[in-house]
């Protein structure tokens, strides 16, 4: 029966960590953001996200969104530099079409800092791209 079980591949789906200019409190931050390069909407897209490594465990952050449009980006939580010294686990599921699918992305442990910021082209901003 479960060998029966087809679980498509996810392309064309990233998840970046972005650095960028908070104008309302006047500060540089690190955000989450969901890309969707296809040309087809995501339908229930639930994320969860949790860090985590030997000695440490964060408490688990779910976020919904009703509909990520086609070739479009959305911002999914605000998260603090003092994570990033645990590996941080973002798990997206999501509707296209009929089909759910589900991809797992990680950011390293100590991987997410200033020095490694590369140019996010969808988002128009730097930042670093999940595994």
Known sequence: ???????????????AMVYEYNNLYKTDDWNVYLINNKDIDLE???????????????SLLRKKLTILPANSFAKIEYIQPELFTLNNRFQVTFFEGNTLFEKTFLFKENT???SALQSIPEIKKRGILAE
């Open 1 to 15: 029966m479960k060998k029966d079980i087809q679980i498509p591949e996810v392309t064309a789906v990233e998840m």
């Open 44 to 58: 229930s897209c639930m994320i969860v996200s949790q860090g985590f490594s030997d000695e440490k465990t964060t």
């Open 112 to 114: 997410v800092k200033e």
